[in-house]
T-cell receptor
């Protein structure tokens, strides 16, 4: 079984709709992250969480919100989807801060906003 | 200036050759550096991490770090068609205190059979 799972894997939605992307992990990591990937722009950090009570904005948090329901679950919501949120979204986890932390990625969710 | 810069490629090398991928970064206090491989439509997977100046070897892969020049590279020896992918350089920002990674936009490597 995969250590980091994301649901759904693909989603098509319409402008203005609210959608939620979910991430679960069995690695026992405290830290979880949401990224989006666009062609030519690389991976950009949306939100990150270092534990259940800690939520932090990344570089492109506008238009997104998150919820850390448990150590193993971190959800990303688009309150009112718009076409430029069409992208590939990745969840990632890590088990430590400091210089030795390594991030492990889920399989991704491909989102299309019409 | 971007925080982490990579040549987007494509870098084309013949099978069996050495592929050299380069990355520069702007934050002088960065302490840890990573190379991820990403096949088209798939998630990034970690290949190498390096924290000290010099070379680190793992099988066909060698990571090289030069903090004075703010430069990190990845060498792939005996390149195989299965190595064809986008290689992402990532740097742990802000002295490593937060474990936030800053990614480059990636270099597309194409290994020709």
């Amino acid at each position: 079984d995969a250590d980091v799972t994301q649901t759904p894997r693909n989603r098509i939605t319409k402008t203005g709709k609210r959608i939620m992307l979910e991430c679960s992990q069995t690695k026992g990591h405290d830290r979880m992250y949401w990224y989006r990937q666009d062609p030519g722009l690389g991976l950009r950090l949306i939100y990150y969480s270092f534990d259940v009570k800690d939520i932090n904005k990344g570089e492109i948090s506008d238009g997104y919100s998150v919820s850390r329901q448990a150590q193993a679950k971190f959800s990303l919501s688009l309150e009112s989807a718009i076409p430029n949120q069409t992208a590939l979204y990745f969840c990632a986890t890590s088990d430590s801060g400091g210089p030795t932390g390594t991030q492990y990625f889920g399989p991704g969710t491909r989102l299309l906003v019409l | 200036q971007k925080e982490v810069e990579q040549n987007s490629g494509p870098l084309s090398v013949p099978e069996g050759a050495i592929a050299s991928l380069n990355c520069t970064y702007s934050d002088r206090v960065s302490q840890s550096f990573f190379w991820y491989r990403q096949y088209s439509g798939k998630s990034p997977e970690l290949i190498m991490s390096i924290y000290s100046n010099g070379d680190k070897e793992d099988g066909r892969f060698t990571a090289q770090l030069n903090k004075a020049s703010q430069y990190v590279s990845l060498l792939i020896r005996d390149s195989q068609p299965s190595d064809s992918a986008t290689y992402l350089c990532a740097v742990n920002s802000h002295g490593g205190a937060t474990n936030k990674l800053i990614f480059g936009t990636g270099t597309l490597l194409a290994v020709q059979p």
